[in-house]
């Protein structure tokens, strides 16, 4: 080999040392999972309701987008209620057909709360909306917990709410 190949060789091993050398050493993605925990959306219901109508059930729900990125929204293609006796899963189709209305926070400015068939819930970061959802059951008294599942983190990290139906 001449001078020039042995020079450039060596100069691409420090490169390369280097390069893995910060990745590890900054966010352990050598050795070990690749894992930026900032980067996980974090939503939270600040406010659960219900208005019983009929043989129907209201159900209103505030949730924001507290953390994780901003280059997508949160989503919530599946949702939970539950008491001691009774409980029932929403998966997105229904949460879209159920929903009835989305009134944005006066905040939001150009970012768009919004339900769909594939998503369920979809909150940008920084977001907040009332979610309406005409429940096609009436709940009977009693004290109900709703938790919003949402893909990539882990189960007690989910959204959940307390409300009472009177």
């Known amino acids: 080999m001449d001078r020039t190949a042995v020079v450039a060789l060596i100069f691409g091993v420090l490169v390369i040392a280097f390069i893995l ?26 406010y659960a309701n219900d208005v019983t109508k009929g043989n129907e059930t209201l159900l209103i729900l505030n949730v924001t987008d507290v953390d994780g990125p ?19 899963f929403l998966n997105s189709s229904e949460i879209s057909n159920y929903t009835t209305k989305v009134i944005q926070a006066p905040w939001n400015e150009n970012k768009r709360d919004y339900v769909n068939w594939y998503t369920g819930f979809a909150v940008p970061l920084g977001s907040e909306a009332q979610f309406q959802l005409a429940l096609p059951m009436h709940l009977s008294p009693g004290s109900y917990t709703v938790k919003l599942f949402t893909p990539g983190i882990s189960l007690k990290s989910e959204a959940s709410a307390t409300f009472v139906v009177s």
């Open 21 to 46: 050398g910060t990745g590890q050493w900054a966010y352990g993605n050598v050795v070990g999972p690749l894992v930026n925990y900032s980067k996980l959306p974090k939503l939270e219901i600040t």
């Open 70 to 88: 901003d280059a997508y929204p949160a989503t919530v293609p599946l949702m939970e209620i539950y008491n001691s006796t009774w409980h029932v």
